[in-house]
C-alpha cells in the first residue's frame, strides 16, 4: 500500500460519519457532543487497523480532552482545551501533518507491528 492515499474519517460516539472531514465539519461534530450518548470523536486513516489518531472527548465540566497518537512515530499527546473552533484548526493540521509523514516513512496511514 505504500505511496497509496487513504482517506480520513471523523465518527462520533453517537454514530455520525463523515469522509474527508473539513476543518468547519469537525468544529460542528465538536459543539455536537454532548453527555451521555456522543461525547467523543475520533479522526482516524479510513483502515482498517490504522495506526495514528487524534480524539476530542467532552469533559463533564464542558471542557474538551484531545489526545493526540502516532504509535509508528511514537508520538503521543494529551491535553485540555476550550475551544472548539481551535481544537478543530489544530486537528486538521495534526492529521494532515501526520499523515504526509506516514507518506514520506512509505507506510502510508496503513497499519504497523508495533
Partial sequence: MA????????ETEGGELVVEPSEDALHEMIIGLSSPDNTFVIVEPDDD??????????????TYE????????E????????EPDRIARD?????????????????????ADF
Fill in 3 to 10: 505511496g497509496e492515499y487513504l482517506r480520513l474519517k471523523a
Fill in 91 to 111: 486537528v486538521t493540521c495534526w492529521t494532515a501533518e501526520t499523515a504526509r509523514a506516514h507518506r514520506a516513512l512509505g507506510r502510508d496511514q496503513s497499519s
Fill in 75 to 82: 508520538r503521543h499527546h494529551l491535553g485540555v482545551e476550550r
Fill in 66 to 73: 484531545v489526545e493526540y497518537r502516532d504509535a509508528v512515530r
Fill in 49 to 62: 487497523d490504522p495506526v495514528w489518531f487524534a480524539s476530542v472527548s467532552r469533559l463533564e465540566d464542558g
